[in-house]
């Protein structure tokens, strides 16, 4: 009896790729956790628009000249305890009254703001933190979903299920790479688009009614902009990480280590590593003009040193970090074996 040598079936696609794109959009649509983690936002959304509308109030002519007046009062208590230092011998002999004491206070140097409870809701102050903020929210829920979602593919093997239907395991992990990618990229325009509209109605029934001072619109859009793009990167280096261990528990095991511990243990005894943070990265790149970090002192002057962590490089720090991830999880789970 002859054996008989059988070729192996060639692979052949199971269609084009955007019907794969369509599958995983499909299934990620319908991941119940991430419905769930959605609703969650929007709740949260709305019951800190309505705390926030309790806790601001356009100022009405009479609070504004009794803070107005408060104000005023305060100055004058200022600059008088400051004539009282000048004239008190406390002066060490080393430094100069002026020095030691401070200019003198006006009215400028203190916000009116701070005299009125409660206090407006100020767009123009508050507009571009407000941004930030909400960049930071939507990287954490970006992160979330993006591990949930490649997470629970692998828990109820549905992963390897998959690859009976389509066996190029790249242009399967690509597929869901993109719908992440874009996924991410929709939250973090939609966390923007939350923001506006939380601002607009705070501004509406509770604002001070400050005119936007020039060039407003364009820093909040700029970081706007970066606040999408982080909450992209983060999403997918949720996926990346939870595609590299197979598991949402221990990513975020990983994650809660990394950030709780690693960071802060890097903080207090290798300040100078600081800009290699993925959270100082993070921070850095929304924030305007990037984030000043302390990394200890100079050994000759004992001087503090300061670093510029830039938008610019903290982007391409965090895309790189983001790429390699996704790029080992890719080479992974195109050679190892599968169960």
Request: net charge negative.
């Amino acid at each position: 009896m002859t054996a008989v040598r059988t070729e192996a079936p060639p692979t052949a696609p199971a269609g084009r790729f955007g019907g794969l794109l369509r599958a995983e959009a499909h299934r990620f649509g319908a991941r119940r956790f991430i419905q769930v983690l959605l609703l969650l936002a929007v709740l949260g959304w709305a019951a800190f628009t309505a705390v926030g509308l309790t806790q601001f109030a356009t100022p009405t002519p009479e609070r504004l000249a009794a803070a107005q007046q408060e104000l005023q009062a305060e100055v004058e208590r200022s600059n008088e305890f400051r004539e009282q230092c000048l004239a008190s011998a406390d002066v060490p002999p080393d430094v100069s009254p002026e020095e030691f004491c401070g200019p003198p206070v006006t009215a400028a140097d203190l916000d009116l703001d701070w005299y009125l409870d409660p206090a407006p809701f100020s767009f123009s102050a508050d507009g571009v933190a407000g941004a930030v903020a909400f960049s930071a929210a939507g990287a954490v829920l970006a992160f979330l979903i993006g591990a949930t979602f490649v997470g629970a593919e692998w828990s109820s093997r549905s992963m390897v299920a998959l690859l009976f239907w389509e066996t190029r395991r790249p242009r399967v992990l690509g597929a869901k790479i993109v719908v992440v990618a874009v996924a991410s990229a929709v939250l973090g325009v939609v966390a923007q688009g939350a923001w506006l509209a939380m601002a607009g109605l705070w501004r509406s029934f509770a604002g001070d009614g400050v005119a936007l001072p020039d060039g407003f619109w364009s820093e909040l859009l700029a970081t706007g902009g970066r606040g999408v793009l982080l909450t992209t990167l983060t999403g997918l280096l949720g996926f990346g990480l939870t595609n590299l261990v197979r598991n949402t528990g221990a990513t975020l095991g990983i994650g809660f280590v990394y950030f709780a511990v690693l960071e802060t243990a890097v903080r207090a005894v290798r300040p100078a590593w600081q800009p290699w943070l993925l959270t100082n990265n993070a921070s850095a790149l929304v924030v305007p003009d990037g984030l000043s970090l302390f990394t200890g002192s100079d050994r000759v002057t004992g001087e503090s040193t300061v670093y510029v962590l830039g938008n610019l490089q903290a982007g391409v720090y965090m895309t790189v970090v983001t790429a390699v991830v996704l790029l080992l999880g890719t080479v992974l789970f195109a050679r190892r074996d599968l169960h």
